[in-house]
Protein backbone atom coordinates (compact mmCIF):
# COMPACT_ATOMS: atom_id res chain seq x y z
CA UNK A 1 0.00 0.00 0.00
CA UNK A 2 1.43 3.62 -0.71
CA UNK A 3 1.74 5.73 2.36
CA UNK A 4 3.30 8.90 0.71
CA UNK A 5 4.91 9.94 -2.19
CA UNK A 6 7.22 12.88 -2.59
CA UNK A 7 8.21 14.53 -6.56
CA UNK A 8 11.79 15.79 -7.27
CA UNK A 9 13.40 17.22 -10.28
CA UNK A 10 16.18 15.34 -11.66
CA UNK A 11 18.91 17.93 -13.25
CA UNK A 12 21.97 17.66 -12.06
CA UNK A 13 22.77 20.82 -10.79
CA UNK A 14 20.38 19.83 -7.94
CA UNK A 15 24.09 18.38 -6.41
CA UNK A 16 25.95 21.31 -4.94
CA UNK A 17 29.10 19.79 -6.07
CA UNK A 18 27.94 20.50 -10.10
CA UNK A 19 26.30 23.57 -10.36
CA UNK A 20 29.50 25.68 -9.22
CA UNK A 21 29.27 29.02 -8.91
CA UNK A 22 25.26 28.83 -9.64
CA UNK A 23 24.84 26.89 -6.70
CA UNK A 24 22.73 29.20 -5.14
CA UNK A 25 20.36 29.23 -7.61
CA UNK A 26 18.70 26.29 -6.36
CA UNK A 27 19.16 26.60 -2.67
CA UNK A 28 15.34 26.94 -1.92
CA UNK A 29 14.82 23.84 -4.34
CA UNK A 30 17.24 22.11 -2.19
CA UNK A 31 15.09 23.05 0.75
CA UNK A 32 12.19 22.14 -0.27
CA UNK A 33 13.32 18.55 -1.41
CA UNK A 34 15.08 18.02 2.34
CA UNK A 35 11.28 19.04 3.74
CA UNK A 36 9.65 16.30 1.15
CA UNK A 37 11.95 14.10 1.77
CA UNK A 38 11.34 14.16 5.70
CA UNK A 39 7.46 14.05 5.05
CA UNK A 40 8.14 10.47 3.42
CA UNK A 41 10.32 9.19 5.90
CA UNK A 42 7.96 10.49 8.43
CA UNK A 43 5.13 7.64 7.18
CA UNK A 44 7.69 5.43 8.20
CA UNK A 45 7.61 3.64 4.60
CA UNK A 46 8.99 -0.73 4.49
CA UNK A 47 9.90 0.34 1.51
CA UNK A 48 10.84 3.20 -0.65
CA UNK A 49 11.02 3.07 -4.57
CA UNK A 50 12.97 5.65 -6.51
CA UNK A 51 11.57 5.99 -9.69
CA UNK A 52 12.75 7.87 -12.83
CA UNK A 53 12.70 8.06 -16.58
CA UNK A 54 15.50 5.89 -18.60
CA UNK A 55 15.65 4.32 -22.15
CA UNK A 56 13.86 1.17 -20.56
CA UNK A 57 11.67 -0.17 -17.61
CA UNK A 58 13.97 -1.90 -15.21
CA UNK A 59 13.93 -2.74 -11.22
CA UNK A 60 17.22 -3.45 -9.07
CA UNK A 61 17.66 -3.53 -5.53
CA UNK A 62 19.76 -1.25 -3.42
CA UNK A 63 23.05 -2.42 -4.91
CA UNK A 64 23.64 0.30 -7.43
CA UNK A 65 25.91 3.19 -8.27
CA UNK A 66 25.12 6.87 -9.56
CA UNK A 67 27.45 8.84 -11.41
CA UNK A 68 27.70 12.64 -11.89
CA UNK A 69 31.13 12.21 -13.60
CA UNK A 70 29.81 12.93 -17.54
CA UNK A 71 28.32 16.57 -16.06
CA UNK A 72 31.48 17.89 -14.16
CA UNK A 73 32.59 17.01 -10.78
CA UNK A 74 34.34 13.07 -10.14
CA UNK A 75 30.68 12.54 -8.21
CA UNK A 76 29.67 8.70 -7.31
CA UNK A 77 26.82 7.38 -5.04
CA UNK A 78 26.66 4.15 -4.24
CA UNK A 79 29.45 1.04 -4.88
CA UNK A 80 27.03 -1.56 -6.41
CA UNK A 81 27.44 -3.22 -9.97
CA UNK A 82 24.56 -1.59 -11.44
CA UNK A 83 24.94 2.02 -13.30
CA UNK A 84 22.24 4.19 -12.76
CA UNK A 85 20.37 6.30 -15.23
CA UNK A 86 20.46 10.58 -14.21
CA UNK A 87 17.40 10.37 -12.87
CA UNK A 88 17.75 7.73 -10.51
CA UNK A 89 21.09 8.90 -9.51
CA UNK A 90 19.77 12.23 -8.51
CA UNK A 91 17.26 9.85 -6.35
CA UNK A 92 20.30 8.46 -5.05
CA UNK A 93 21.77 11.65 -3.65
CA UNK A 94 18.61 12.39 -2.22
CA UNK A 95 18.10 9.49 -0.22
CA UNK A 96 21.91 9.51 0.98
CA UNK A 97 21.03 10.83 4.48
CA UNK A 98 18.28 8.03 4.74
CA UNK A 99 19.56 4.82 3.73
CA UNK A 100 19.41 3.10 7.14
CA UNK A 101 15.88 4.29 7.76
CA UNK A 102 13.59 1.46 4.80
CA UNK A 103 15.13 -0.81 2.13
CA UNK A 104 14.90 0.54 -1.06
CA UNK A 105 14.37 -0.16 -4.83
CA UNK A 106 15.12 1.76 -8.16
CA UNK A 107 12.40 1.43 -10.79
CA UNK A 108 13.24 2.96 -14.67
CA UNK A 109 10.39 3.56 -16.45
CA UNK A 110 11.02 3.82 -20.17
CA UNK A 111 10.98 6.94 -21.94
CA UNK A 112 8.31 5.57 -24.31
CA UNK A 113 6.06 3.44 -21.98
CA UNK A 114 2.27 4.22 -22.33
CA UNK A 115 0.10 5.67 -20.10
CA UNK A 116 -1.72 2.44 -19.40
CA UNK A 117 1.78 0.55 -18.83
CA UNK A 118 2.80 3.15 -16.43
CA UNK A 119 -0.43 3.17 -14.54
CA UNK A 120 -0.31 -0.70 -14.42
CA UNK A 121 3.41 -0.37 -12.98
CA UNK A 122 2.45 1.75 -10.43
CA UNK A 123 -0.23 -0.57 -9.04
CA UNK A 124 2.48 -3.07 -9.05
CA UNK A 125 4.52 -0.99 -7.22
CA UNK A 126 2.09 -0.18 -4.57
CA UNK A 127 1.50 -4.06 -3.70
CA UNK A 128 5.19 -4.70 -3.13
CA UNK A 129 5.42 -4.03 0.41
CA UNK A 130 2.68 -3.59 3.55
CA UNK A 131 4.12 0.32 3.27
CA UNK A 132 5.64 1.75 0.43
CA UNK A 133 6.69 5.12 -0.21
CA UNK A 134 7.29 6.71 -3.83
CA UNK A 135 10.38 9.01 -4.56
CA UNK A 136 9.50 10.17 -8.16
CA UNK A 137 11.74 12.37 -9.94
CA UNK A 138 11.05 14.13 -13.10
CA UNK A 139 11.37 17.52 -14.97
CA UNK A 140 8.83 19.72 -16.55
CA UNK A 141 9.38 20.64 -20.05
CA UNK A 142 12.39 22.38 -21.33
CA UNK A 143 10.92 24.78 -23.80
CA UNK A 144 9.85 27.72 -21.49
CA UNK A 145 12.24 30.16 -23.41
CA UNK A 146 14.37 31.01 -26.04
CA UNK A 147 17.00 30.08 -23.83
CA UNK A 148 15.61 26.97 -22.52
CA UNK A 149 17.36 23.50 -24.09
CA UNK A 150 14.41 22.79 -26.43
CA UNK A 151 14.38 26.36 -27.29
CA UNK A 152 10.83 28.09 -26.95
CA UNK A 153 7.48 25.72 -27.53
CA UNK A 154 4.06 28.86 -26.38
CA UNK A 155 2.30 26.11 -24.57
CA UNK A 156 4.97 24.79 -22.37
CA UNK A 157 4.54 27.27 -19.68
CA UNK A 158 0.82 26.33 -19.43
CA UNK A 159 1.65 22.77 -19.73
CA UNK A 160 4.32 22.75 -16.39
CA UNK A 161 1.48 25.02 -15.13
CA UNK A 162 -1.10 21.93 -15.38
CA UNK A 163 1.32 20.02 -13.68
CA UNK A 164 2.46 21.97 -11.22
CA UNK A 165 -1.64 22.16 -10.27
CA UNK A 166 -2.22 18.30 -10.69
CA UNK A 167 0.56 17.84 -7.99
CA UNK A 168 -0.74 20.50 -5.62
CA UNK A 169 -4.30 18.10 -5.45
CA UNK A 170 -2.91 15.32 -5.78
CA UNK A 171 -4.76 14.96 -9.10
CA UNK A 172 -4.15 11.37 -10.13
CA UNK A 173 -6.69 11.83 -13.07
CA UNK A 174 -4.84 14.62 -14.43
CA UNK A 175 -1.70 13.27 -14.49
CA UNK A 176 -2.51 9.74 -16.00
CA UNK A 177 -4.40 11.61 -18.74
CA UNK A 178 -1.02 13.11 -19.90
CA UNK A 179 -0.53 12.47 -23.65
CA UNK A 180 3.21 11.35 -24.21
CA UNK A 181 3.12 12.67 -27.73
CA UNK A 182 2.74 16.15 -26.08
CA UNK A 183 5.32 15.57 -23.67
CA UNK A 184 7.77 14.30 -25.80
CA UNK A 185 7.10 17.54 -28.02
CA UNK A 186 7.92 19.84 -25.30
CA UNK A 187 10.72 17.60 -23.72
CA UNK A 188 8.93 16.74 -20.64
CA UNK A 189 11.04 14.31 -18.57
CA UNK A 190 8.65 13.36 -15.79
CA UNK A 191 5.91 12.06 -17.79
CA UNK A 192 5.99 8.37 -17.67
CA UNK A 193 7.23 8.51 -13.52
CA UNK A 194 4.16 10.96 -12.81
CA UNK A 195 2.12 8.19 -14.32
CA UNK A 196 3.29 5.57 -12.63
CA UNK A 197 2.74 7.40 -9.38
CA UNK A 198 -0.85 8.24 -10.30
CA UNK A 199 -1.36 4.69 -10.74
CA UNK A 200 0.50 3.49 -7.34
CA UNK A 201 -1.58 6.36 -5.83
CA UNK A 202 -4.78 5.24 -7.91
CA UNK A 203 -6.96 3.57 -5.05
CA UNK A 204 -6.19 5.99 -2.23
CA UNK A 205 -7.22 9.54 -1.60
CA UNK A 206 -4.04 12.02 -1.87
CA UNK A 207 -3.38 14.89 0.15
CA UNK A 208 -1.11 16.92 -2.18
CA UNK A 209 1.31 19.87 -1.10
CA UNK A 210 3.31 21.99 -4.31
CA UNK A 211 6.23 22.52 -2.23
CA UNK A 212 8.37 24.03 -5.04
CA UNK A 213 7.82 25.32 -8.75
CA UNK A 214 10.75 27.32 -10.48
CA UNK A 215 12.71 27.46 -13.82
CA UNK A 216 16.08 29.06 -13.17
CA UNK A 217 17.44 28.04 -16.45
CA UNK A 218 14.26 28.10 -18.57
CA UNK A 219 12.97 23.78 -17.49
CA UNK A 220 10.23 23.33 -15.30
CA UNK A 221 11.00 21.94 -11.61
CA UNK A 222 8.40 20.85 -9.00
CA UNK A 223 8.62 19.66 -6.09
CA UNK A 224 5.58 18.34 -4.45
CA UNK A 225 4.55 15.44 -0.91
CA UNK A 226 1.79 13.60 -1.47
CA UNK A 227 0.21 12.03 2.27
CA UNK A 228 -3.22 10.03 2.55
CA UNK A 229 -5.35 9.85 4.89
CA UNK A 230 -4.90 7.10 7.70
CA UNK A 231 -1.88 6.43 6.84
CA UNK A 232 -0.22 7.74 9.93
CA UNK A 233 2.65 5.38 11.18
CA UNK A 234 1.82 2.03 11.75
CA UNK A 235 -1.32 3.21 12.51
CA UNK A 236 -2.78 0.12 10.34
CA UNK A 237 -3.77 -0.39 7.51
CA UNK A 238 -7.05 1.72 6.27
CA UNK A 239 -10.06 1.15 3.77
CA UNK A 240 -9.04 2.12 0.37
CA UNK A 241 -11.97 4.30 -1.80
CA UNK A 242 -11.44 3.01 -5.07
CA UNK A 243 -11.05 5.92 -8.00
CA UNK A 244 -11.71 5.19 -11.54
CA UNK A 245 -8.97 6.23 -14.16
CA UNK A 246 -9.24 5.30 -17.60
CA UNK A 247 -6.10 4.87 -19.11
CA UNK A 248 -6.92 3.63 -22.06
Known amino acids: ?37 TRLFDADPDLVVVLGG ?17 YGPDTTFGEGSTRLPLSLTIGRWLLEPHLDRAACEFNSVAWNATPAECFRLGERIADRAARVALLVLGDGSACRTERSPGFLEPDAIAYDDHIAEALRGGDTTALAALRPETAERLMVAGRPAWQVLAGAASERSPVGELLDYSAPYGVGYFVASWRF ?19 E
Open 54 to 70: DDHTACHDSDVTGTLTP
Open 1 to 37: MLVAAGVFPQPPVLVPGVAGRRTADLDGTRANCALAL
Open 229 to 247: AGSSPRSGRPERDRVEIST
